[in-house]
């Protein structure tokens, strides 16, 4: 992992998803996941910051900053609320800014996670700090950051979320209240009915990228359907923004070649943008490092 060109002190990253919570910290030029905690939809967030504070504090008695980065709307100008969380329920307008604060007493800062995630990519040099740039990750659901000249764009604070832009009026229910939305059909859960559909069993989207580099049939034509969907999605983000290109991200950005095509064909009918995709490889510590470079370059 690189950098930022701060230097002294010690750099606190926490990133809190559904499952899991991931707590790091940059020391320098380098930087290490120091815990794991479980998470899950009864996880209570006073009682999980304030562990994660007594770690922060057992390894480092002043800490420089800290930052947070999880799924949802996070309202920054009001210090870090969560005003919703997909994943965790109990997170809902919760002021996590202020809680870790008020035990850590350094500055704090709290974003979403796919901006934390964009963040530490472009500390590490893989997302270029020229141009402007689409970053997306495919996963359960569809996140994004809008970044130009290496900045997160948030316009009134919660740009990015374009798995929520309808690409089918009157289309499949979201959790969100919409219908139609883009991540019902080019999100995880979509990929999966796409193959069910065709065979009758569930796979993984593992299992079936396997299936469909040994040849399989309806494995590919799941695949297919799925990269029309992602292309019809590409091509209303490029024509809003006219970007320098897309960076890909999530759980399902390593089965991107079985898939592309099909978004290739669909994103040149409906736009006449250039296809500029790169795949932006995650790992696991890749939000807890974005958290941590957050709080270096905010703080």
Excluded at 70 to 79: E, Q, V
Excluded at 140 to 150: E, S
Aim: with cysteine.
């Amino acid at each position: 992992m690189g950098s930022s060109n701060k230097s002294g002190g010690t750099y606190w990253g926490i990133d809190v998803g559904g499952s899991y919570a991931k707590v790091g910290c940059i020391t320098g030029n380098s930087f290490r996941i120091i815990e794991t905690f479980p998470t899950g939809e009864s996880c209570h967030p006073e009682g999980l910051l304030k562990r994660i504070s007594e770690l922060i504090l057992e390894g480092n008695t002043k800490p420089a900053a800290v930052g947070l980065g999880t799924a949802g709307l996070i309202d920054r100008p009001a210090g870090g609320v969560i005003r919703f969380s997909p994943n965790l329920p109990l997170w809902n307008s919760v002021n996590a800014g202020e809680i870790l604060r008020n035990h850590l007493k350094v500055p704090v800062v709290v974003d979403n996670d796919c901006n934390v995630f964009a963040i530490g990519a472009i500390n590490s040099g893989l997302i270029p700090s020229e141009g402007l740039w689409l970053f997306i990750t495919l996963g359960t659901g569809i996140g994004g950051a809008l970044i130009n000249q290496g900045d997160i764009i948030y316009g009134t604070g919660y740009s990015g979320e374009f798995g929520h832009t309808t690409v089918r009026e009157g289309g499949i229910p979201c959790p969100c209240g919409s219908d139609g939305c883009w991540e019902r059909y080019a999100g995880k859960n979509a990929l999966k009915w796409y193959y069910t559909r065709l065979t009758g069993q569930r796979v993984s989207p593992r299992d079936m990228a396997l299936l469909a580099s040994g040849g399989d049939i309806p494995a590919r034509e799941a695949f297919r359907e799925y990269g029309r969907w992602v292309g019809i999605g590409l091509a209303n983000l490029a024509n809003c923004f006219s970007p320098t290109g897309f960076f890909i991200g999530g759980g399902l950005s390593p089965t991107l070649n079985h898939f592309e095509s099909s978004a290739r064909r669909e994103y040149k009918k409906r736009c006449r943008h250039q296809w500029n995709i790169h795949l932006l490889k995650d790992s696991p510590a890749a939000g807890a490092y974005g958290a941590a470079s957050m709080a270096r370059k905010q703080c």
